[in-house]
């Protein structure tokens, strides 16, 4: 039972206030069958959108079954028109792209999650057109049209019916089949409520209601309500959770593929920008992480991949035993170290000796003296180009060979040749067997200012030294380093019996820093450039979306109207428009990455350069594409759900 007590609607037009309503009350049985009659102006179609829920009332009480719902927020509205009532349209308001069975379901994607194309070709067949079920509304007559609309309003089993001018865009035989159809609905107990100017169709109907000034001015009735009896309309199969959620998102996929799909061209220049915007970044990203490779290859051979084992200070009973203390490191250690861990390549136990003195001839030179094991040439790429480093068995045995360092040889030796010559290095004497390869100045230090020895000689023969300063550990590659890192220290605590209260600080390891710094500086660099390219090209992308989707809310403004009249919420709207708007991005992000690919294998065949296309930078561009889908897209869907449902529908 419908019941309106002191119903007034109020509109605001510029500086104009039309009152539409005046205190209108009445009361509408279940099963009847009202026809509102009236001029234009009168009042009557504002009557039909309060009663159908699209509009509200400025003032007075409006119960469906005694539930007040004229206070009702638009969700609630549209979950309640839904469920109760089915609209027939005089524009019939059928969307173009789809077929007879498709509007007829279009109902159910809002109730049940479910467009069920075969129960709504079973509504079809109630209004005899079961054999148009696949026909688009221009393939259709008018008759037909208003008969599609009328299945769909029947979709969702509604207690009522609001038919606004259901014949006023009919020839006369088109009519007559559709009061009929009415006439059978209200046989059936279905409440009808026909909004009319034509005194023919009010004729049919059980009471008339005529309206003048947004007054009732007579309410007559004709014939008595009928008995049928509407049974109670189970609830809605919804689908539940996490599956309806997926299955509705689907469904707006789909629907908005029909959507884009009409507008080929447009859809196209849109994705234009996502797919240009992917292909730089795809193709940046390719030639910078092959350009990356190819630095950490030329740095891993100058120690990149290099870590440095220093002692700590390990507190006992409160009390700090200084730098090394009980955790000082050994020749053994380095030899486990090696031996042990997984990922490390080599290892070299290192002493050294500042400020120490070495003499040939009558010249003397005050320079640092490196103590290290064979492995220490290759891992920090100072293989001599003159001569030769020393090798293992010359370690073992406490040779006194000893490699030179560029400064070193232009102190002592000048242009002389110093292969073979003995020098003393604090009155020790020593072969030199090479020269060290020039590397030049690095901040403060002179890195060519050094003489490299064997570690056991420098130990027992020239500083005179128990322990080692440190361990040079070169892990097998960049990618081995963390997990070197995490075992280090897990070993050494325990060659060590380091308390756990102490291992934090027992050992201390660095990357060498001075390499990891350039390497790190060039990443950074290069990341920064993609960046900025990747930013430029999607923004310009995310815009081209933004411009379509704005577009599309104009033009389907009436579409929009539709969906809530028939039950969306707010969400399903959004939700719709989204889902168009990361299709674009999506479809657009991944012909870009084939692009990108493409434009990668050109440059790699035509210019040589190294490239590298990884599954995370495709990853990345994906990501990114359809981010901006949803960021861009995020206004012109709040736009298109923000929607008037009454002012929509009237949008031309």
């Not at 009202?34 to 009557?44: D, F």
């Not at 689907?250 to 849109?270: C, D, I, P, Y």
């Amino acid at each position: 039972m419908l019941t309106l007590q002191n119903i007034h609607k109020i509109y605001q037009m510029g500086d104009n206030t039309v009152n539409a309503l005046r205190g209108v009350s009445l009361q509408i049985e279940d099963g009847d069958f009202v026809a509102i009659m009236g001029p234009s102006g009168s009042g009557k179609s504002t009557m039909m959108h309060v009663l159908g829920l699209l509009d509200t009332p400025t003032q007075g009480s409006f119960k469906i079954d005694g539930k007040e719902v004229s206070q009702l927020d638009e969700d609630e509205l549209a979950v309640m028109r839904r469920e109760v009532i089915g609209f027939i349209f005089q524009q019939f308001n059928l969307l173009p792209r789809m077929t007879a069975a498709q509007n007829v379901a279009l109902p159910l994607i809002y109730s049940e999650r479910n467009p069920d194309l075969s129960r709504a070709i079973g509504f079809l067949d109630k209004v005899g057109l079961k054999p148009r079920e696949g026909h688009r509304p221009n393939e259709l007559s008018g008759g037909q049209q208003q008969r599609v609309a009328i299945a769909r309003s029947l979709i969702n089993l509604p207690r009522i019916i609001l038919a606004d001018e259901p014949t006023g865009n009919l020839d006369s035989t088109s009519g007559k089949e559709v009061m009929k159809i009415l006439k059978d609905l209200n046989a059936q107990g279905i409440t009808i409520v026909v909004v009319t100017h034509e005194e023919a169709v009010g004729a049919q109907a059980k009471r008339i209601v005529r309206m003048s000034d947004g007054a009732v001015q007579s309410d007559e009735r004709f014939a008595p309500i009928g008995n049928a009896v509407l049974e109670p309309r189970k609830p809605f199969p919804v689908i539940p959770g996490l599956r309806g959620i997926m299955h509705g998102i689907t469904e707006h996929f789909r629907q908005g593929m029909q959507t884009l799909a009409a507008n080929k061209v447009r859809t196209a220049l849109s994705m234009l920008g996502i797919l240009i915007g992917v292909a730089a970044v795809v193709a940046m990203l390719a030639i910078g992480n092959g350009a990356q490779k190819a630095i950490e290859e030329q740095l891993s051979s100058l120690g990149s991949n290099l870590l440095v084992l220093r002692p700590g200070a390990v507190r006992v009973a409160g009390v700090s035993q200084g730098a090394g203390g009980v955790s000082r490191l050994t020749l053994e250690d380095a030899y486990a170290i090696k031996q042990q861990i997984s990922g490390v390549h080599d290892a070299s136990p290192t002493v050294t000796g500042n400020n120490q003195q070495v003499t040939f001839q009558d010249k003397n030179w005050n320079t640092q003296v490196v103590g290290a094991s064979a492995s220490y040439a290759s891992m920090h790429a100072l293989t001599p180009e003159i001569g030769r480093f020393f090798i293992n068995e010359e370690n073992l045995k406490r040779a006194r060979v000893a490699v030179l360092g560029a400064t070193v040889v232009r102190q002592l030796f000048g242009s002389q040749n110093p292969i073979g010559e003995n020098i003393k290095i604090n009155k020790v004497i020593f072969q030199v067997i090479g020269m060290l390869p020039e590397k030049g100045g690095s901040g403060f230090r002179d890195q060519d200012d050094v003489i490299v020895i064997p570690v056991m000689t420098a130990m027992k023969r020239v500083l005179g030294k128990l322990y080692v300063d440190y361990i040079d550990i070169e892990a097998a590659s960049a990618a081995d380093i963390d997990s070197v890192l995490a075992l280090i220290p897990e070993l050494m605590n325990k060659r060590h019996n380091i308390p756990l209260s102490a291992g934090d600080d027992a050992f201390q390891i660095r990357n060498m820093a001075d390499i990891q710094a350039a390497l790190t500086e060039s990443s950074k660099t290069m990341s920064l450039l993609l960046a900025s390219i990747a930013a430029i090209s999607l923004l310009v992308g995310g815009i081209g979306i933004m411009n379509i989707m704005l577009v599309s809310v104009t033009e389907r403004t009436k579409e929009i109207g539709l969906r809530k009249a028939i039950g969306a919420r707010r969400s399903d709207i959004l939700l719709q428009f989204l889902v168009e708007s990361v299709a674009v991005s999506a479809i657009g992000g991944l012909m870009g990455i084939l692009l990108g690919w493409i434009m990668t294998k050109i440059l790699s065949a035509a210019a040589g350069w190294v490239t590298s296309i990884s599954p995370e930078s495709v990853i990345l561009a994906f990501f990114f594409s359809a981010t901006i889908g949803i960021v861009f897209g995020i206004y012109p869907a709040r736009k298109a759900s923000l929607l008037n449902p009454i002012d929509a529908l009237r949008h031309e």
